[in-house]
C-alpha cells in the first residue's frame, strides 16, 4: 500500500495567448481582417489588449476564449475525483487503463482528508486497501484478466490523466468546482489547474474563482454561508 498525493502540471499553454484573444476579440469589430490584426500585433500596447478583452469577456462573449487550448498532465488523483473530473463534456481526456495496466504489489491510493485526521479510520481506511489488493492479486493469479479483476478496486485507488480544455471550459469548471460545495479532491485539483494558469496569465485570477464570486450571489440550496443566497 502507497499513500499518494496529488501532482498537476501545466503541460501547454500558448505563449502568445494575449495575443489570440486579441486577434479574436479585435476581429469581431474591426474594418480590417483577421490577418492584418494579427500581423500588427506588436503595435498594440498590453493595455490596450487587457481593456479589449475586458470588455468582450464581461459582455458574455465567450467564443473569444475558446481559442485557447490548455494541456494538463495530472498524477495521484482518486478514480473517485477522476469520474466527477470526465463530466465535463468540453474537455479532452486520456487516462490510464485498469484494462491494460496491472495494479502494482502495493496499490497506490489516495486518502480523503477527513479520514486521515483520524488515526484510527485511517488505520481501518489502510487495511481495508490491503486486503483488497490481496484479493485483485489472488484473481490476478487465477487467470482473471485485469479488465474484470479490477471490479473490486476501491474508488480510492489513484490514476493519471491528461487533460485538455479551453479556457472558457475552465473557467466554467473553476465556477463549479471551486465552490465549497464540490467535493474536497477535485477542488484542490481544479484549485492547482487555475493557480498554475493564474502564474502564466496573472489577469484571468478574476474569472477562475468559484461561481459565487460570478454571480454575486449563490444559488446553491445548501449554502456555505460565504455570501447571500439568491433568495437574500
Ligand atoms: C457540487 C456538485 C454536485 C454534483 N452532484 C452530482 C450528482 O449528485 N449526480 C450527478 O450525476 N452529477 C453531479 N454533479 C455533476 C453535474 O451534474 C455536472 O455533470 C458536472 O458538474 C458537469 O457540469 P456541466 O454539465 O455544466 O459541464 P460541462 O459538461 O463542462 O458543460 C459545460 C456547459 O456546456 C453546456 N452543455 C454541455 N453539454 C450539453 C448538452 N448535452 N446539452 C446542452 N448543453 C450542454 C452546458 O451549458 C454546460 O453547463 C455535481 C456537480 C457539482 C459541482
Not at 487587457?50 to 494541456?71: A, M, P
Not at 475525483?81 to 491494460?100: D, F, G, N
Not at 504489489?105 to 489516495?110: A, G, K, Q
Request: charged letters at 30%.
Amino acid at each position: 500500500m502507497a499513500q499518494k498525493h496529488l501532482e498537476v502540471s501545466l503541460i501547454s499553454i500558448p505563449d502568445n495567448l494575449l495575443d489570440i484573444v486579441y486577434t479574436a476579440c479585435r476581429t469581431c469589430y474591426s474594418p480590417e481582417g483577421a490577418v492584418e490584426i494579427f500581423k500588427n500585433i506588436s503595435d498594440i500596447t498590453d493595455e490596450k489588449k487587457f481593456s479589449l478583452i475586458k470588455k468582450v469577456i464581461s459582455s458574455g462573449h465567450y467564443s473569444t476564449i475558446e481559442h485557447i487550448q490548455l494541456t494538463f498532465a495530472i498524477n495521484n488523483i482518486s478514480r473517485a475525483a477522476t469520474h466527477q473530473l470526465v463530466r465535463h463534456r468540453h474537455a479532452s481526456y486520456s487516462q490510464k487503463s485498469q484494462r491494460y495496466v496491472k495494479e502494482k504489489d502495493e496499490l497506490d491510493y489516495i486518502i480523503p482528508e477527513a479520514i486521515e485526521k483520524d488515526p484510527i479510520l485511517k488505520e481501518k481506511f489502510q487495511k481495508h486497501i490491503d486486503s483488497v489488493l490481496k484479493l485483485y492479486s489472488e484473481f490476478i493469479d487465477s487467470g482473471i484478466k485485469k479488465e474484470d479483476a479490477r471490479a473490486i478496486l476501491p474508488n480510492a485507488t489513484v490514476s493519471s490523466l491528461v487533460m485538455s480544455l479551453n479556457i472558457r471550459e475552465l473557467i466554467h469548471l473553476a465556477n463549479l468546482r471551486l465552490c465549497t460545495r464540490a467535493q474536497y479532491e477535485i477542488r484542490q485539483t481544479v484549485k492547482k489547474m487555475c493557480e498554475l494558469v493564474v502564474e502564466r496569465e496573472p489577469w484571468l485570477k478574476e474569472h477562475l474563482v468559484p461561481k459565487c464570486e460570478r454571480l454575486g450571489y449563490c444559488d446553491e440550496d445548501n449554502s456555505c454561508g460565504k455570501v447571500k443566497t439568491k433568495n437574500g
